[in-house]
């Protein structure tokens, strides 16, 4: 026998809190210890492999497990599975004191580690991001092929695994990016970003991106004081004050120099840049430090002091630590961190002089830098969401129980991983947020940067269309730049389209419903008699549908994995049906040839569940072909039930290049131009009619509605406020309205 008891002299720091080891001679693979936690401390979130259990001896505390809080106290015994993300905090006046056992059981890892919905992902709020766009051009591929297609394909996924997942963005109109271009166009910057705006919810629809919540920024009812409120909440945290720090100015008209308006070398790798962020290193510049600085006027710039609401980041390097132990941070962002927090010092200003933005509330001669206004409005994102479909999220109480998910491009990296997190922390001092973060580095168009300014870029309404935006969607996400910068060609796209897609995908389609009239009347067939090759297809299935789930899920998330995965179930469909060829038509083996021909067939069923997230309306055509509607996600590869009746003919599921004429001049009378505005945005039938219904009877999401809210904007300049678009006004009456304004 051996005993051992709590000695608080053998503690050490571990975890964040005090540690020791139990000695137990003998007892291969357990290992157990004590732990203490004092009053008001925590431990450090981690997971392991091992399976672990705490027993509370003394004290009251909460355990959280990924985002889910738990009271303990004295005889509470807690098991925690592989992999879960677990905190100890003590809530109480004494100290916590528990003893830890843990073992490892490789198999029960494997499994847990596959589980699509680990980490609570089936039991909590999920709110997917991508970085809103700068309303100062259109979308084009570069952009598509990031932020966007990876949220959406993320999002279509947990929906189809039962998760409750939301796709958010917005329209990001105070960028000085937005004031650059009015300058350029000879317009103003209210104008370039509805312009603008516009045009970015129109791409989107045409790529089949339809996010649930779509912010603009500038006119969003509540946004505005609800980012006053924010700010002023990190200036009550009192690490948020006005100081004077060092700034840059034009040399000539001493104008104020950030962002587009100053150019130079970046401190840290010594790329070119333009001033706060470098895109090569993803790490910050304050302006004034960078090299050989030189301003967009007039080439000149001079130093000066000026007080600016500024943040000392470098003070929050252990928090920062902290928070990237808690969710799914890439080490690309890790090791950004360790860069930045490199710094001895850094004092981030926060605020800008600016005419364009909104001011905090105590200086009306600066604006809240749009990036950390940023951070407010998904924030405020998710509270409107919650409004509109009767959830009571608020965007000035976040909730311990949000899963966050964010998509965006390696420049933005800083903002969202570091500087965020601390903003949190501060207007929230009691709020952990856990937050998953999901990044692409750059998209080039022949092997230089796409560029917005520079016109050297794809622009999405340039290749999409109903007929190709399958085809977009797959050449960008089998293309995608993840963890390395990859390479748009024009010529390169058409090919792949042509040869996986057309001679590949639909000649295996049209082959295989070509043999199903011929030796079954075009019904699926009941299995018969199963050989070792035919089981060995069968398996092979079976392991590209957990591939496919493992790269489509919220830990291993690859677009350019999941689909070659889909790739290969195509492949591996072709080769079987190439070897069983020789005895389709062979007496005394027809049983083995119905089994051949369910198991094609089941293929053919499985590429239509799993390519749903990244080639929606293939997968929803191709699903419907063979009997399914909605289908979710698969956990097996079953066969297609035997006596279905299928026809694959005539059908056309791909296209390179857009086929469809373009739209005749719409009427100048609001009424039918209102009608085939709606008609068009919300993907419905040219015959459908809408005069008697509202956009909301329609089925118009958030962004369908800026979307039409846009274009009257833009056609007939009016400006109609949100709550008068998705008031109880028919589209008919709407119309007249909008005529009467017109002609007034």
């Known amino acids: 026998m051996r005993i051992d008891t709590f000695d608080p002299a053998t503690l050490s720091d571990a975890f964040g809190i005090d540690m020791s080891t139990i000695d137990l001679p003998g007892v291969a693979g357990l290992g157990a210890g004590w732990g203490r936690v004092p009053p008001g401390g925590r431990s450090e979130p981690h997971q392991h492999d091992e399976i672990e259990m705490f027993v509370i001896v003394s004290g009251t505390g909460e355990i959280v497990v990924d985002g889910a809080r738990h009271p303990v106290g004295p005889g509470t015994v807690v098991k925690f599975d592989p992999f879960e993300t677990h905190v100890i905090?003590?809530?109480?006046?004494?100290?916590?004191?528990?003893?830890?056992?843990?073992?490892?059981?490789?198999?029960?890892?494997?499994?847990?580690?596959?589980?699509?919905?680990?980490?609570?992902?089936?039991?909590?709020?999920?709110?997917?991001?991508?970085?809103?766009?700068?309303?100062?051009?259109?979308?084009?591929?570069?952009?598509?092929?990031?932020?966007?297609?990876?949220?959406?394909?993320?999002?279509?996924?947990?929906?189809m695994n039962g998760v409750r997942a939301w796709h958010l963005t917005g329209s990001d109109d105070h960028q000085s990016y937005v004031v650059a271009k009015a300058a350029q166009e000879g317009s103003t910057p209210e104008q370039v970003a509805a312009h603008y705006g516009a045009e970015i919810a129109r791409t989107l629809e045409s790529m089949d991106i339809r996010p649930d919540q779509f912010t603009v920024t500038r006119t969003d009812a509540g946004y505005r004081q609800g980012l006053r409120d924010f700010f002023a909440a990190l200036e009550t945290s009192g690490q948020v004050a006005r100081r004077e720090l060092p700034a840059l100015f034009d040399g000539k008209t001493g104008r104020y120099l950030y962002e587009v308006d100053v150019s130079g070398t970046c401190p840290s790798c010594e790329a070119g840049t333009n001033g706060n962020i470098c895109e090569e290193c993803g790490e910050p510049n304050t302006v004034a430090d960078l090299v050989e600085a030189r301003s967009r006027h007039s080439d000149t710039v001079r130093a000066e002091g000026l007080a600016r609401h500024a943040l000392a980041l470098h003070e929050f390097r252990e928090d920062v630590a902290r928070h990237h132990q808690l969710g799914r941070v890439p080490a690309r962002l890790r090791e950004l961190a360790q860069r930045v927090f490199a710094r001895e010092t850094f004092d981030l200003p926060l605020t800008h002089p600016a005419q364009w933005g909104v001011p905090p509330r105590d200086a009306d001669d600066q604006v809240i830098w749009v990036w950390p206004e940023m951070s407010y409005g998904f924030l405020h994102g998710i509270g409107q969401l919650g409004a509109r479909i009767g959830e009571q999220w608020q965007a000035h109480k976040p909730e311990q129980d949000w899963k966050i998910v964010h998509f965006f491009g390696y420049d933005n990296s800083f903002y969202h991983a570091i500087l965020y997190p601390v903003l949190y922390q501060l207007a929230f001092p009691h709020w952990q947020p856990d937050i998953d973060y999901h990044v692409n580095e750059f998209y080039l168009l022949d092997d230089q940067k796409f560029s917005t300014s520079r016109r050297h870029a794809v622009w999405g309404k340039d290749l999409l269309c109903p007929e190709t935006?399958?085809?977009?969607?797959?050449?960008?996400?089998?293309?995608?730049?993840?963890?390395?910068?990859?390479?748009?060609?024009?010529?390169?796209?058409?090919?792949?389209?042509?040869?996986?897609?057309?001679?590949?995908?639909?000649?295996?389609?049209?082959?295989?419903?070509?043999?199903?009239?011929?030796?079954?009347?075009?019904?699926?067939?009941?299995?018969?008699?199963?050989?070792?090759?035919?089981?060995?297809?069968?398996?092979?299935?079976?392991?590209?549908?957990?591939?496919?789930?493992?790269h489509l899920g919220q830990d291993g998330f690859s677009l350019r994995a999941a689909t070659a995965e889909l790739e290969g179930i195509v492949t591996d469909a072709r080769a079987f049906a190439g070897r069983e060829a020789g005895l389709a038509d062979a007496a005394g083996w027809q049983s083995e040839n119905r089994?051949?021909?369910?198991?094609?067939?089941?293929?053919?069923?499985?590429?239509?569940?799993?390519?749903?997230?990244?080639?929606?309306?293939?997968?929803?055509?191709?699903?419907?072909?063979?009997?399914?509607?909605?289908?979710?996600?698969?956990?097996?590869?079953d066969l297609v039930p035997a006596g279905t009746e299928v026809d694959l003919s005539g059908q056309v599921f791909f296209a390179a290049e857009p086929t469809s004429?373009?739209?005749?001049?719409?009427?100048?009378?609001?009424?039918?131009?209102?009608?085939?505005?709606?008609?068009?945005?919300?993907?419905?039938?040219?015959?459908?009619?809408?005069?008697?219904?509202?956009?909301?009877?329609?089925?118009?999401?958030?962004?369908?509605?800026?979307?039409v809210q846009y274009q009257i904007l833009e056609r007939l300049d009016l400006d109609i406020p949100m709550a008068e678009l998705l008031s109880e006004r028919n589209i008919g009456t709407l119309g007249r309205d909008l005529a009467q304004e017109v002609a007034r």
């Open 661 to 707: 004429a373009q739209p005749a001049e719409v009427a100048p009378d609001p009424l039918p131009w209102l009608a085939d505005l709606v008609r068009t945005t919300l993907g419905l039938p040219a015959e459908a009619v809408v005069a008697d219904k509202t956009l909301l009877e329609l089925g118009a999401s958030s962004l369908q509605a800026v979307a």
């Open 469 to 550: 935006v399958d085809a977009v969607r797959f050449y960008l996400s089998r293309t995608r730049p993840e963890g390395e910068r990859t390479n748009f060609e024009r010529d390169a796209y058409t090919a792949t389209v042509r040869e996986v897609l057309i001679e590949g995908w639909q000649g295996w389609l049209d082959d295989l419903d070509r043999r199903l009239k011929a030796r079954y009347g075009g019904v699926v067939p009941d299995a018969g008699t199963w050989t070792p090759e035919h089981t060995a297809f069968y398996a092979r299935l079976g392991r590209r549908l957990a591939a496919v789930t493992a």
């Open 595 to 637: 089994t051949a021909m369910a198991l094609e067939v089941a293929a053919a069923r499985l590429l239509s569940r799993v390519a749903t997230p990244v080639m929606p309306r293939f997968a929803g055509r191709l699903a419907a072909l063979l009997g399914e509607r909605e289908p979710a996600w698969p956990t097996t590869v």
């Open 89 to 159: 905090d003590n809530t109480g006046d004494g100290d916590v004191v528990f003893v830890t056992c843990y073992w490892r059981e490789p198999r029960h890892a494997g499994e847990v580690a596959a589980r699509p919905d680990r980490r609570r992902f089936g039991e909590r709020p999920v709110f997917v991001f991508s970085t809103p766009p700068t309303p100062n051009g259109d979308l084009h591929l570069g952009h598509l092929s990031g932020p966007y297609l990876g949220a959406d394909a993320f999002v279509r996924f947990q929906r």
